[in-house]
């Protein structure tokens, strides 16, 4: 089983859609969580940090349940320009050094249409 | 606007030939990740580096990739010899860490990787 799971889509919605992704950790213990944004043949990019509480920034919402380890990521309103690769990113301990580390998810495609 | 920069942009090989991949951090940053993506496997960290000491490199195939931070300035990916199973994009990424929180990692634009 992998660290970190998304759906991979991709997600095909109209412009002005509300767009949901989730994302399930395997790391009880992880305490670091994150949303990136990867635009076609770019680099990953930091969309927002993903806090306890729960956080908002502008039409992005993201939401954390640590008892039943997932993620969510909440797009109101999309925009053409939301098109890309939303990766589910999670700080884990890894299994041979012990070291926390960034951990990727394979991402969530989202294609907004006109 | 400080950004991560790597060279080459894209590199095409024939296998068994040594490729190098090279990246500049941004300035004051202490810590700095090499990641390769593929479609198949998505963004795996290979190695990483806190104040130019490696700390994890237990990503990396270590009997044909070294990496190296032979000053803060720069970051090196050797593959060597080069694998057509080696053909991904290479991404090196900077952040500042303070504590062991994770904090924001900020990408190159990759190094594209052909091995024929």
């Known amino acids: 089983r992998k660290e970190v799971e998304q759906d991979p889509g991709p997600f095909n919605v109209p412009e002005g859609a509300t767009v949901a992704f989730n994302c399930t950790y395997s790391?009880?213990?992880?305490?670091?969580f994150f949303w990136y944004r990867q635009d076609c043949r770019k680099e990953p990019k930091l969309l927002m940090s993903v806090y306890s509480s729960g956080n908002e920034d502008g039409r992005f919402t993201a939401q954390l349940n640590r008892a039943s380890q997932y993620i969510s990521l909440l797009i109101r309103d999309s925009k053409l320009s939301d098109s890309a690769t939303y990766l589910c990113?999670?700080?884990?301990?890894?299994?041979?050094?012990?070291?926390?580390?960034?951990?990727f998810g394979s991402g969530t495609r989202l294609q907004v249409q006109p | 606007d400080a950004r991560v920069t790597q060279t080459p942009r894209d590199k095409v090989t024939e296998m068994g030939q040594e490729v190098t991949m090279r990246c500049q951090p941004i300035?004051?940053?202490?810590?700095v990740f090499w990641y390769r993506q593929t479609m198949m496997q998505g963004l795996e960290l290979l190695a990483y580096?806190?104040?130019?000491?490696?700390?994890?490199d237990s990503g990396m195939p270590k009997d044909r990739f070294s990496a190296e931070m032979p000053d803060a300035t720069l970051a090196t990916l050797k593959i060597q010899p080069s694998e057509p199973r080696d053909s991904a994009v290479y991404f090196c990424?900077?952040?500042?860490?303070?504590?062991?929180?994770?904090?924001?990692?900020?990408f190159g634009p990759g190094t594209r990787l052909t091995v024929l």
């Open positions: 790391n009880s213990a992880s305490q670091s």
């Open positions: 990424a900077s952040g500042l860490v303070l504590t062991g929180a994770a904090n924001e990692q900020f």
């Open positions: 990113v999670v700080n884990i301990a890894r299994r041979d050094t012990g070291r926390r580390a960034l951990t």
């Open positions: 300035l004051g940053h202490n810590t």
């Open positions: 580096f806190r104040n130019r000491a490696p700390l994890d």
